[in-house]
């Protein structure tokens, strides 16, 4: 098994990208303790190609049945977009320090924790496919949005727990004169989907 560590100064930069190409798998993501960098992401087993290029972080994952697992840390100073092209699973997101500005997964998610920050005005999380054992977590006093197209079952959200539900599900949980949340959208079915406070 190999391991290899990848990174970047940040200089000024205060907006970046986290884009995987291929889908993301076995991966924990934390803030970056150093500031002068911009993340730092270790890979252990077969080796994904990670590059950058302005202040946009790229990751491919081989086409390969050998196992891959890693971390990736990316600086709080920074505001984020994180995209997974191609599906998403066995994540650990651990965003609390780390400000987004949108995330996306396409091809569905299974196995996925998001642990987000204090929003920026109403954030988008796209989920484009079904969702799996998914939970997510903002923190107390932020609203949230869910859609949920096809159905539903074992969804919660916040103090609602929904057993099984048919066609489009909309839910929402916004304080009078809230201006601050997370507009959650699946394209698909979901199965254990929570969307819940810290």
Do not use: C
């Amino acid at each position: 098994m190999s391991s290899g560590e990848h990174t970047a100064a940040r200089g000024r930069t205060t907006t970046g990208e986290l884009e995987f190409t291929r889908g993301a798998s076995e991966l924990r993501i934390h803030a970056e303790q150093d500031p002068g960098r911009l993340f730092t992401a270790k890979f252990h087993g077969h080796q994904p190609t990670v590059s950058v290029a302005r202040a946009t972080v790229s990751v491919r994952y081989p086409h390969s049945a050998l196992p891959t697992s890693g971390e990736v840390a990316l600086n709080p100073a920074v505001i984020w977009v994180i995209q997974a092209h191609g599906g998403a699973h066995d994540i650990d997101a651990g965003l609390t320090n780390v400000p987004i500005a949108s995330l996306g997964i396409s091809g569905g998610a299974s196995r996925v924790t998001l642990r987000l920050s204090e929003p920026n005005g109403w954030v988008p999380i796209r989920i484009g496919g079904g969702a799996s054992n998914v939970t997510i977590l903002r923190p107390p006093h932020v609203g949230a949005r869910l859609r949920v197209k096809r159905g539903a079952a074992q969804l919660t959200f916040d103090e609602q727990h929904l057993g099984a539900v048919g066609g489009l599900i909309r839910l929402e949980s916004s304080p009078d004169g809230m201006t601050t949340g997370y507009d959650i959208h699946v394209a698909s079915a979901a199965n254990r989907l929570t969307v819940a406070t810290a």
